[in-house]
């Protein structure tokens, strides 16, 4: 089945290739399936501790393939979405690029559903918002709809049901899907971004920054081929995502964008906040005080 930018992404197959270092549909896909029942499924203890193909990849060879639920090995299942729910629960950095059904992210994530979802327009209308951990983007006429949560990325394909969580290796593919990821991490970061698209080529423009010293930025942006200059109160960048016209063309990943925004946050000076900060700490000192005065009077 071959997968078109309105569905999922186009260089899935590809990316799980990479990430688990051997040739998934050849390998796993051929004959997997018997080995997967016979040498795992029936053996939970073997399935829960030590499962047969590398973090359970082949689940998602099988959720990609759009298999049944039938078809698709529960208890593997379930012991990935407790692995996800642990490491997210202590805080931990959750395993990169591996795919669940939506309704599991919400389960790892602690989002309570009030009311059922009936349509794709229904979970993309919805609005979550916890603290400033979750913040959604995208309209109900978008294909797919990112998440940023504790420093980590999570896409929705609602009308398939999926969602990849902590994508990381994974190609962007298109630009619905390069649009969606920067508006998320445009909010998260706190940035004014201004995209130039033409074809596959895209310019951001990161504009109204206070950065800090010259040497310093000039340093941290040569840590990404993707930054062509900066200027006092501005940072450019270039990226190209596969067109599909070259043969070897360089993959453009979800963890080279976030770095892109990783990095203009850290050569910026965040004003709001410093100021935020010496305000509290002036208030601690007039409680800290006003608490010493009446000590002293009641003595």
């Known amino acids: ?33 018997l080995f997967c029942i016979e040498k795992c499924q029936n053996n939970k203890v073997v399935n829960m501790l ?18 049944s639920k039938k078809q698709i090995p529960m208890f593997c299942y379930s012991q990935r979405i407790k692995g996800l729910m642990r490491s997210f629960q202590e805080g931990e950095m959750l395993l990169p690029d591996v ?9 790892i994530i602690h ?19 916890k603290g ?3 913040l959604p ?29 902590n994508a990381q ?24 971004v201004d995209l130039n698209i033409e074809g596959s080529f895209i310019s951001l423009k990161f504009e109204n920054l206070t950065l800090k010293d010259s040497v310093l930025v000039e340093e941290e942006l040569q840590n990404s081929p993707a930054f062509t200059g900066f200027s006092g109160t501005e940072i450019w960048a270039e990226v190209s995502l596969p067109s599909g016209l070259e043969e070897e063309e360089v993959e453009f990943k979800v963890k080279d964008l976030h770095f892109i925004f990783k990095t ?36």
């Not at 983007?137 to 969602?163: A, N, Y």
């Open 169 to 192: 290796e994974t190609s962007i593919h298109s630009i619905n899907m390069f649009r969606s990821i920067v508006e998320t991490l445009t909010e998260s970061y706190g940035l004014e």
């Open 50 to 67: 030590r499962p047969k193909c590398t973090e359970r990849r082949y689940l998602d060879v099988l959720l990609l393939k759009r298999e």
């Open 132 to 134: 400033k951990e979750v």
């Open 264 to 299: 203009v946050s850290n050569v910026i000076e965040i004003i709001e906040e410093e100021e935020s900060d010496n305000k509290l700490a002036d208030s601690l000192v007039e409680i800290s005080r006003v608490i010493t005065e009446k000590d002293q009077d009641s003595k």
């Open 1 to 33: 089945m071959k997968w078109n930018e309105e569905e999922a992404p186009k260089t899935a197959m590809e990316t799980l290739n990479l990430i688990s270092g051997v040739t998934l549909w050849e390998e796993m896909v051929r004959d997997r399936r």
């Open 111 to 129: 989002e309570k559903q009030s009311t059922a979802r009936r349509s794709a327009s229904d979970l993309l209308k919805r609005t979550i918002i």
């Open 137 to 165: 983007m995208g309209s109900v006429d978008q294909i797919i709809e990112t998440h940023f949560l504790r420093d980590q990325l999570f896409l929705l394909w609602p009308k398939l049901d999926l969602c990849l969580v």
């Open 99 to 107: 795919y669940v059904y939506i309704d599991d992210y919400w389960k």
